[in-house]
């Protein structure tokens, strides 16, 4: 079966692709199988230059799902270009740097450059792990459609925002990145959540909040990609709780033209090719002969023929 | 490092709230070093739980695990029998570097349930040769364990917090009278312990196994950070360690 789609800047075999964060740069999971495999390859968060992070304990198990404040460690962007995206080049995948920082300098800076080595841009407005920045042009519409309008005026590639979950309207975000000029959206980001351990009466993370991931925050992500869906015309990347590919259909009927899967990595490192390889399968199961139909598909089911696959 | 479906031959609670846990499977084959671990997932959690390999035999193709009951997870895991399943990621990380460690006289320093990769490094050390003094520390007499096999290796030295066994103290207590006995450290305990360890002997070369909450437990995720002394600035422990030279990290 054909499970290829094609958004602005990216032509992939499938729709299933590595969350930002979750995957690195890529090396660790080639080991596990080969990267080709991949619709595409979202890179970990890139920033101006060198950052460290937060204190330990940097991530919490959690019902269903896992807290993370990891905090954008990474080498900065000129050393991801020099010593990580040549080892993704190397293979026929497309590549999608995720671009951080504190203020709208730093992300133009970071686009500028690391646009012309990559596929398209995922802009991440929605961190929720760093002091500055990061979450604020997330959940700020204002600011989220200028530091938008920049970075897509800084990139050589298209540019898809990463929404945070963390906002009343998420409408209302979709629709001010739209009209900035974003060409495709994220969604979503983790929420900001805590645990505390009460022996010692304090956060479990050292940083005190972090970042909700994993099965928990599907319903939330099903229900605002399908609530964005009717209202801008851009293409989605949904991602949230994704662990199979009955999954991977839900986020497709809601309105995702792809997704990609973050925290299950952790728990099964083959997760992304498995759920590849069980797509065609699991399309049939429910009466589908390409990803196209299934995109949005919850939108349009009007007549009973459900009847006929229940 | 592969994801394996291992079968358990053999489990058995060994001291208060601590059990041996004995797997079978192909990817035994691929542990290079003492002190490597393993990611273990149990049923209903979201995330792996990494256990130290404590023991291991080629030939049979096992792994011995020695865990504590510390919380949740590793309370379901007590409920698995021999003949179930467990989903076993590994083996991962840098463990003791065998091969390039030279020394004549080691000594051995472990707290509590950082004991078990000592007792595989251990072993292959007085195989070589090596002459062995250990010093392991415990709560209370009812939590010790590997005390009769690390006396087969050589001079045991036992702490306990309350006295019940051994001598009264913290495993660093021993150390003044030790001054001069060996010539290499290897420690595995709390974070607190090794800096006490690491400060002590800060001398003399040492290797320490360290512990974090992870996430992927392969290098991906930054989770597990130390920061390093470097230009660098940081090992993930999952895979740059969790054995490092104790110069090659910093502990806070
Ligand atoms: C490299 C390494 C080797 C280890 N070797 C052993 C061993 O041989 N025997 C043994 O008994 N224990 C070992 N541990 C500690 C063991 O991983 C934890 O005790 C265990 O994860 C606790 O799980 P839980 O569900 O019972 O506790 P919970 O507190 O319910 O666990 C919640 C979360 O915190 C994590 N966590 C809690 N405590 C620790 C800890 N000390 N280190 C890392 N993660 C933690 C858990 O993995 C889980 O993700 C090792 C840890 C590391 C990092
Ligand atoms: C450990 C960890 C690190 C992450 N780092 C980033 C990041 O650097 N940039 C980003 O945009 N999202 C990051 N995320 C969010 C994920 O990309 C994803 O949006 C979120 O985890 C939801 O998907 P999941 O439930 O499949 O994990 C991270 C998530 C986790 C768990
Ligand atoms: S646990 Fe993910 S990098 Fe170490």
Do not use: W
């Not at chain 1, 270009?81 to 026929?92: A, C, H, M, N, S």
């Not at chain 2, 021993?174 to 420690?187: H, Q, R, V």
């Amino acid at each position: 079966m054909n499970l290829s789609v094609n958004l602005p800047g990216l032509s992939l075999k499938n729709p299933v692709m590595p969350a930002s964060g979750c995957f690195g740069f890529g090396k660790e999971f080639a080991q596990f199988y080969d990267l080709e495999e991949l619709g595409a390859v979202i890179m970990k968060a890139a920033t101006g230059s060198q950052r460290f992070g937060n204190a330990t304990p940097r991530v919490a198990e959690t019902a269903s799902g896992m807290l993370n404040a990891i905090g954008l460690q990474n080498p900065g962007v000129d050393q991801i270009i020099t010593d990580e995206v040549p080892f993704l080049k190397e293979r026929q995948v497309p590549i999608i740097a995720n671009v951080a920082g504190s203020t709208v300098e730093e992300y133009v800076t970071v686009t500028g450059k690391i646009s012309e080595h990559v596929d398209a841009i995922e802009l991440n407005i929605s961190c929720p792990n760093v002091k500055e920045g990061g979450v604020q042009f997330g959940t700020d519409a204002t600011l989220a459609a200028e530091v938008t309008a920049e970075v897509v005026s800084a990139s050589h590639v298209p540019v898809y925002v990463k929404l945070s979950p963390n906002v009343t309207d998420i409408v209302e975000m979709a629709q001010a990145v739209e009209s900035a000029g974003a060409s495709g959206l994220s969604m979503v980001n983790t929420l900001t959540g805590m645990r505390i351990n009460p022996k010692t009466r304090k956060p479990i993370i050292a940083n005190g909040t972090g970042g909700l991931s994993g099965a928990a925050i599907k319903p939330i992500s099903i229900r605002m990609i399908h609530q964005v869906y009717q209202a801008v015309d851009l293409p989605i990347i949904g991602m949230g709780g994704i662990e199979s590919a009955d999954d991977v259909i839900e986020y497709l009927l809601a309105g995702a033209n792809a997704v990609a899967i973050g925290s299950a990595n952790f728990k099964n490192p083959f997760i992304c090719k498995e759920i590849i390889d069980e797509l065609p399968e699991t399309l049939e199961k429910y009466g589908f002969s390409k990803i196209d139909d299934v995109i949005g598909g919850a939108h349009i089911e009007k007549d009973p023929t459900h009847l006929l696959r229940s | 490092m592969n994801r394996e479906s291992m079968t358990i031959l053999h489990h058995e609670r060994i001291a208060k709230d601590t059990y041996q846990l004995v797997l079978k499977g192909k990817l035994v084959d691929q542990i290079e070093d003492p002190g490597q671990f393993v990611h273990l997932l149990i049923d209903g959690f979201y995330l792996r739980r990494p256990v130290s390999i404590a023991d291991y035999d080629k030939s049979s193709g096992t792994v011995t695990l020695l865990y504590k009951v510390l919380g949740e997870g590793t309370k379901a895991l007590t409920r698995k029998s021999v003949g179930e399943q467990l989903d076993v990621l590994g083996p991962g990380g840098q463990g003791f570097p065998l091969k390039s460690i030279q020394t004549q006289r080691a000594l051995i320093i472990g707290g509590g349930i950082g004991i078990p990769p000592l007792y595989s490094l251990a072993k292959h050390l007085h195989n070589q040769g090596v002459t062995i003094i250990s010093v392991l520390g415990f709560q209370s007499m009812d939590d010790a364990f590997l005390v009769d096999e690390f006396e087969k290796f050589g001079e045991v030295y036992i702490t306990t917090d309350d006295g019940s066994l051994g001598r009264k103290g913290l495993v660093t207590d021993p150390l003044s009278e030790l001054e001069g006995t060996f010539d290499t450290y290897f420690t595995c305990g709390p974070t607190p312990m090794l800096k006490a360890v690491s400060e002590r002997l800060s001398d003399i070369p040492g290797y320490i196994s360290m512990e974090e909450r992870m996430g992927c437990g392969i290098g991906a995720c930054f989770a597990c950070v130390v920061e390093s002394p470097d230009k660098k600035g940081y090992r993930r422990i999952c895979c740059d360690g969790p054995v490092f030279r104790s110069e090659e990290v910093v502990l806070s």
